[in-house]
């Protein structure tokens, strides 16, 4: 291949890439009709417009908190998978419940930038840019906060009472890889985990037992 095709591959992926996002709809809305697309393909198919009700477009499993794990964090998505109202209009929800203390582990969304809003409490909250600069501090009820498309963030409770948060992504799959679990969760072999933090073989395995599937 020539420096010049190359040069333009070049421009066109960046071009590619910076336009890239979820595609804009051509209908009014398509609601996912789930039961149908499990048996038909891997293609998500469209309940026909004419049977849609407003119930397809309220969605109420986000009124109170969902289970609460390990790290004090209760975390209840609303994507397209739940609330098929959302297929195709390039979005999704997020309510985090966090206890005294709770944290959302450094994690990332690969497809979407996050806008989150505090109902209650105090959040430290922040995220890490490519120059591993940070940009973090305490936001409490009724400030946002941004957190850039595939960047690094994190989340912790410090305040006295519960907290909660309400996310927002510009993408109805945003996609979620928190940094623990794939890293110790994934399989990566220990030699290369050991050589990569400094940690001895033995805490490689606890860390591995503790965040590794279930």
Do not use: W
């Not at 039961?35 to 309220?58: H, W, Y």
């Not at 806008?115 to 209650?120: I, K, P, R, S, Y």
């Amino acid at each position: 291949m020539s420096t010049k095709m190359v040069l333009l591959f070049v421009i066109f992926l960046n071009i590619y890439v910076s336009l890239a996002s979820d595609p804009d709809p051509v209908q009014d809305f398509c609601i996912a009709n789930t039961a149908e697309s499990a048996t038909a393909s891997n293609a998500i198919q469209c309940k026909n417009s004419s049977l849609a009700t407003v119930e397809d477009f309220v969605y109420s499993g986000i009124k109170s908190p969902g289970k609460f794990g390990q790290t004090g964090l209760s975390a209840i998505s609303v994507n397209s998978n739940v609330f098929p109202g959302l297929n195709t209009l390039g979005m999704s929800f997020v309510r985090a419940d966090f206890e005294v203390g709770g944290v959302n582990v450094p994690h990332y969304h690969p497809r979407a930038t996050e806008t989150a809003f505090v109902l209650e409490g105090k959040i430290y909250s922040g995220f890490v840019d490519t120059n591993n600069k940070i940009f973090a501090k305490v936001i409490e009820r009724g400030e946002v906060m941004v957190f850039p498309k595939g960047l690094v963030h994190f989340q912790m409770n410090v305040g006295d009472t519960p907290a909660t948060i309400l996310g927002s992504f510009n993408s109805q799959n945003p996609g979620l890889q928190r940094i623990p679990t794939s890293i110790f969760g994934s399989g990566i072999k220990d030699e290369l985990l050991e050589k990569a933090f400094g940690l001895s073989s033995k805490e490689i395995a606890k860390l591995k037992k503790k965040l590794g599937p279930h």
